[in-house]
């Protein structure tokens, strides 16, 4: 596992279970960006009937790009959007906070399933993230938009001439600004005994709040004219003659098109459903480190960092100076179940603390002020995929496996496009165009998870070889990832 790697490679003694059971005691179990104090008032639920030209359904970020956006190409356009419960509550508000510019979770994965679309893919995301960018300043979103970049960290000996590789590789395509760090180069950067070598990108990651961002989009759509109602989930989508309608609890809207924007949520859509698996991940959050906790790790210039195993670690450091720490346990609840109860899993924080004191023992004696955790969508290919129903008045973008911050923007153009009926650079891209392999029913998709999952950790265990079950997986197409 790779707590084990993370014990054999410090090369001395590491906080026991006592002190990371400790430093768990007074964490809040509630995600740390929600209870900033800038959070907006919900705004009313609908009540009674609705007409637009756009419905959107779905209060994160994909929701809120679409709605955005299509106001942006046409100001006239009379555009709604419904949230369930607040906009940017579930993984939008509660997410690590890295807005990537890949669109095909991460380079390999990309070159393994689109080899001869990915350096358009690239620049196109690339392009998207220079796009985000520009909106924050446009609309004046305090989102703590950072464009530091991304450390990818090898923690065994395999993975260093990985990095290398990949570093290479990305050269060859011309991909941002990619740079090998070997291990000096890197702790000078951040320093753990853990760390052996990187791969920087140095332009292809912005960190972000992700909670202020996503109020500031529900800012933003509501200045151009957009109509927010919260506390208001769709229940139900049918034909109405040459509209749609959408009943909720107290009303209805009847909509000339439809973007679907629901991710982890059961789509209205039914036979979409199977595309897509929700998955829990999980989170800590530091108190803020002292000026002597900064200066024993470094990290003066901020970048977002992840670990290269399978059962990877994603961290980052705040606006404040705290330390997010997420990542490494995949779950997977039997029938794909979203509920409320399975947000917290008090293992995997107990696990996560571990992990975080081998990776900075010298940071003993820090504390969590929050735990918590949520369902994100994945689906087999581990990058979004996209499509229309009733002919083409409805569309959705879904299976962002938790690189979503950058790329549901990206997403909501695709479903505009594909509602306009034009041909757009992104609608010819065989990413757009394809499908990934649906899930089995259950209980095969519960049994083939929890074997990949077994599989992925025994790999992180043997130098990253592959076992058979793997080599299968990739050969089919299918997967899973965190």
Not at 2 to 26: C, V, W
Not at 120 to 139: K, Q, S, T, W
Not at 157 to 186: C, K, S, T
Not at 298 to 319: C, E, M, P, V
Request: net charge negative; hydrophobic share 40%; proline share 5%.
């Amino acid at each position: 596992m790779a707590s084990d790697a993370m014990t054999r490679s410090t090369g001395g003694s590491t906080p026991g279970p006592t002190s990371a059971l400790e430093s768990l005691a007074d964490a809040a179990y509630t995600p740390f960006w929600l209870e900033d104090p800038g959070r907006p008032r919900a705004r009313p639920a609908l009540v009674g009937d609705e007409q637009c030209d756009l419905l959107v359904i779905g209060g994160g970020y994909s929701g809120l790009w679409t709605a955005l956006i299509a106001k942006e190409r046409d100001p006239d356009r009379d555009v709604v959007l419904l949230e369930g419960q607040e906009v940017g509550w579930a993984a939008s508000g509660r997410n690590g906070g890295f807005c990537a510019a890949s669109l095909t979770h991460g380079l390999g994965n990309g070159l393994a399933r689109w080899p001869g679309e990915q350096a358009e893919l690239e620049r196109l995301g690339h392009r998207n993230l220079d796009e985000i960018e520009a909106a924050v300043a446009r609309y004046g979103i305090d989102c703590d938009f950072e464009r530091t970049g991304e450390i990818d960290v090898a923690t065994e000996p395999h993975q260093i001439e990985e990095l290398r590789e990949a570093a290479e590789l990305a050269a060859r395509l011309g991909v941002g600004e990619q740079e090998f760090l070997d291990r000096d180069a890197l702790r000078a950067e951040i320093d753990s005994p853990t760390f052996l070598a990187g791969l920087w990108d140095r332009k292809g990651v912005a960190m972000v709040h992700p909670a202020k961002l996503a109020w500031g989009l529900k800012r933003a759509c509501a200045e151009l004219g957009v109509r927010i109602y919260e506390h208001t989930p769709a229940e139900r989508l049918t034909s109405a003659g040459a509209a749609m309608a959408v009943r909720t609890p107290y009303g209805r809207v009847r909509a000339r098109q439809v973007a679907l924007a629901t991710n982890a949520f059961p789509s209205l859509v039914r036979r979409v459903r199977p595309y897509v698996v929700p998955v829990y991940d999980h989170a800590l959050m530091t108190e803020p480190l002292t000026g002597e906790q900064l200066d024993a790790i470094g990290w003066k210039r901020r970048q977002g960092l992840s670990d290269t195993n399978n059962h990877f670690h994603y961290f980052r450091i705040t606006a404040d100076n705290r330390i997010l720490w997420g990542g490494y346990d995949i779950i997977y609840r039997y029938g794909g179940r979203v509920r409320a109860e399975y947000d917290h899993h008090p293992a995997t924080y107990r696990t996560l603390a571990e992990h975080f004191f081998r990776c900075f023992p010298q940071l003993e004696g820090l504390r969590f002020s929050h735990a918590w955790g949520g369902a994100i969508d994945t689906c087999s290919r581990f990058s979004a995929f996209f499509g229309s129903a009733h002919g083409g008045r409805v569309a959705y973008a879904l299976g962002y496996t938790g690189l979503g911050v950058g790329a549901t923007r990206f997403g909501a153009e695709v479903m505009l496009d594909v509602l306009d009926g034009e041909p757009t650079e992104r609608t010819r891209l065989e990413m757009v165009r394809s499908k990934p392999l649906p899930f089995p029913p259950e209980p095969v998709r519960w049994a083939g998870i929890g074997i990949t999952q077994w599989s992925m950790t025994r790999a992180d265990e043997n130098g990253g070889r592959r076992n058979l079950w793997l080599k299968a997986m990739d050969k089919m197409g299918l997967g899973f990832d965190s």
